[in-house]
C-alpha cells in the first residue's frame, strides 16, 4: 500500500518521547517540531523507570574534573575524553535548567540539593528526585513543559517505520498509527526512541525497547558504534514481573551488601566490593546463579526500618512482590539495562547520513565508552539535548515530497528471538554461541515478520560482538578473556554486517558438508 502524505511544512521530527526527546523538543522551541510516541505519552519509556538520577557535580567537595576521571576510569579505554569532559561540565548548568522548568529534586534541610552515592562513584554526586523515582518525577515536569509548549506537535501512539533516504539524505519518514500508514516529508528527524533491553528475557526496560531507532538508522545508511556494549544492571529484583523493577545502585550506596543464601557476603575481597564498577558485580552475581547460588541484597543493617522513606518506590515493588526490605533479604538477578552502543554522532549529535541526529541512549557519544557509570545516562540525555536541538534548528529546513516506497505496516515484536539474543548476547559470551546466534538471526532479519527488525538490531550486535576478540567494560568473552593493549572503538553498517553474516554462513554449511 503507498502511504498517505501528511504535510508538516517540512519541520523536524523526533522520533521517541523519553527525556532524550522531550528535552530536544523543548530547546527547539519556538521552531516548530513533530514528537511521535509509539504509545500515549509517558506509559512506555525507559526514563521512567530510572530511580538512581542524573551524575551532577553539584557538591562542595566536588568537581567536573573528578566526574571526568570517575567516567574514563568506568569506560575501561573507550570514552571520547573530549566529549566526556563537555558532558560533565555541562550537566550543573542542565541541572538548573530542569530546576527552572519545575523538577522536584530532592533537598536537604539547609535547602541544598541531597546527594547520592552509586558505585564507581568517587563523591555523592547523584542528584535525584522523590528518594528512587527521579526518571518518573522528570518525565512527568518535562511532559508539562511539552503541552505547554504550542510550538511542539505531539503524534501519539505511532511507530515510524522506515526513513526515506535521497541521495544520501534524509527526505521523510514512514509510520503506522491505527488508521493506517502515512509519511511526513522532512529534511530533519532527530532519533531519540531508547535502548535495545527488551530483546531480552531479564530486562529492567520496556518489552518494546529493542533498538527500533538503531533499526531505523541501520536501514538508512547510518554507521553504527560500540554495539557489542550492553550493559546489565546487577540489581533487579529476581520476580517474574517484566520488565524487572530495579533496585538502585544507590541502595548499595547507602551500605547494602551483596549475599549468597547462606548469608556469605561473595564479594568482600573485590576491589570496590558492592561499589565496583557494574560489569564487575553483574558477573560476580552471575556467577553465582550459575553454580546454583541464590543471590539477595541486605539492606537490613544499613537502613532497616528507614527503606521505606529513602526507597519508597522499591519497596513498594518489593512488598508487591511479597519481601519486606526492612526486615528481609532482596533477591535480585542481572538484567539487560543500557546500550552503550548506538548510531554514531559527532559532538552535535548529527550520524553519517544527512539529516539524521541521535540523542539519547539511542546514540553513541563516545561518554560512556565500554561500560557507562552509573546515573551518566539521563546526565548524558539532558546535556547533549541542547546541543543536538542547536544543530537541527540552525540547519535548512527545506524539504521535497518523496518518492515513497509501497509497504506492508507491520509493528515490530521481538518476543521470538529473546531466548537467542539472552544466550548468546548475556553476561558472558563466546564465540560457538554468537556464530550460532548469527545463522539463527540471519534469516529472520532479511524476512519479512514482526520480528525482522528486532532481528536486525541482535544481529548487528552479535556481528560487533565476535569481531571484539577481547574482553573489555561490559563485553566479556570466556574464549577470550584478556584485555587487549589497544583500545578500539568499532564501527559497523548494515551493508558490513550483512556481508559478515553471509560469510560466516557459507563458513558453517562448509563445515557441515
Not at 538490531?457 to 569481531?467: E, F, K, P
Not at 573489555?472 to 574464549?479: E, I, M, N, T, V
Not at 583500545?487 to 563458513?507: G, H, I, K, N, Y
Request: net charge neutral.
Amino acid at each position: 500500500m503507498t502511504p498517505d502524505i501528511q504535510d508538516i511544512d517540512g519541520a523536524p521530527v523526533i522520533i521517541g518521547a523519553g527525556i532524550a526527546g522531550l528535552m530536544t523538543a523543548l530547546h527547539l522551541a519556538p521552531q516548530p517540531v513533530v514528537l511521535l510516541s509509539r504509545t500515549p505519552l509517558g506509559t512506555d519509556a525507559s526514563s521512567t523507570l530510572a530511580q538512581g538520577g542524573l551524575a551532577a557535580s553539584v557538591g562542595e567537595d566536588d568537581s567536573p574534573e573528578l566526574h571526568l576521571t570517575d567516567t574514563l576510569a568506568a569506560g575501561d579505554g573507550l570514552c571520547d575524553e573530549a566529549m566526556a569532559k563537555r558532558v560533565v561540565e555541562a550537566v550543573p548548568g542542565a541541572i538548573d535548567h530542569l530546576i527552572r522548568l519545575g523538577a522536584p529534586f530532592d533537598r536537604a534541610l539547609d535547602g541544598k540539593l541531597r546527594l547520592g552515592l552509586e558505585a564507581a562513584h568517587s563523591r555523592r554526586r547523584i542528584v535525584h528526585a522523590t528518594g528512587d523515582a527521579t526518571g518518573r518525577e522528570l518525565f512527568r515536569t518535562l511532559v508539562a513543559a511539552v503541552r505547554r509548549t504550542r510550538s511542539i506537535t505531539i503524534l501519539e501512539g505511532v511507530t515510524a517505520l522506515r526513513l526515506v533516504v535521497s541521495e544520501g539524505g534524509i527526505v521523510g519518514l514512514l509510520a503506522v498509527r491505527h488508521t493506517g500508514a502515512f509519511a511526513l516529508p522532512t529534511r530533519r528527524v532527530v532519533l531519540a526512541s531508547g535502548g535495545i533491553g527488551g530483546l531480552f528475557n531479564d530486562t529492567t526496560n520496556p518489552l518494546g525497547s529493542f533498538g527500533h531507532g538503531l533499526a531505523l538508522a541501520a536501514c538508512a545508511g547510518a554507521e553504527l558504534a560500540d554495539l557489542e556494549f550492553v550493559q546489565f544492571h546487577p540489581t533487579a529484583l529476581d520476580s517474574p514481573r517484566r520488565p524487572m523493577p530495579l533496585v538502585s545502585e544507590a541502595v548499595r550506596g547507602e551500605g547494602a551488601v551483596l549475599v549468597d543464601e547462606r548469608g556469605r557476603r561473595f564479594l568482600a575481597d573485590t576491589p570496590g566490593a558492592e561499589l565496583a564498577s557494574r560489569d564487575v558485580v553483574a558477573r560476580a552475581i552471575s556467577y553465582q546463579l550459575t553454580a546454583g547460588h541464590r543471590v539477595y541484597l541486605d539492606a537490613r543493617q544499613c537502613l532497616g526500618a528507614k527503606f521505606a522513606k529513602r526507597f519508597p518506590a522499591i519497596d513498594a515493588a518489593c512488598k508487591q512482590a511479597g519481601i519486606d526490605p526492612a526486615v528481609e533479604p532482596i533477591p535480585v538477578r542481572p538484567a539487560a539495562h543500557y546500550h552503550m552502543g548506538g548510531v554514531a554522532v559527532d559532538a552535535e549529535g548529527r550520524s553519517s547520513v544527512s539529516g539524521l541526529w541521535a540523542c539519547g541512549e539511542v546514540a553513541c557519544t563516545g561518554l560512556h565508552g565500554a561500560n557507562r557509570l552509573a546515573s551518566n545516562s539521563l546526565a548524558e540525555a539532558v546535556a547533549t539535548a541542547a546541543w543536538v536541538a542547536a544543530s537541527v534548528g540552525g540547519t535548512c529546513a527545506g524539504w521535497q515530497w518523496p518518492r515513497l516506497p509501497a509497504i506492508v505496516p507491520v509493528r515490530p515484536d521481538p518476543s521470538s528471538i529473546r531466548s537467542v539474543v539472552s544466550n548468546a548476547l548475556g553476561i558472558v559470551r563466546d564465540g560457538k554461541g554468537l556464530r550460532q546466534a548469527v545463522a539463527a538471526l540471519l534469516p529472520i532479519a532479511v524476512g519479512e515478520s514482526t520480528a525482522a527488525d528486532p532481528a536486525l538490531v541482535a544481529l548487528l550486535i552479535a556481528i560487533a560482538a565476535l569481531r571484539r576478540e577481547e574482553s573489555r567494560g561490559s563485553h566479556f568473552r570466556s574464549d577470550f578473556p584478556t584485555r587487549n593493549a589497544a583500545a578500539l572503538p568499532s564501527r559497523l553498517t548494515l551493508c558490513s554486517a550483512f556481508e559478515s553474516a553471509v560469510a560466516l554462513s557459507w563458513q558453517t554449511t562448509e563445515r557441515s558438508c
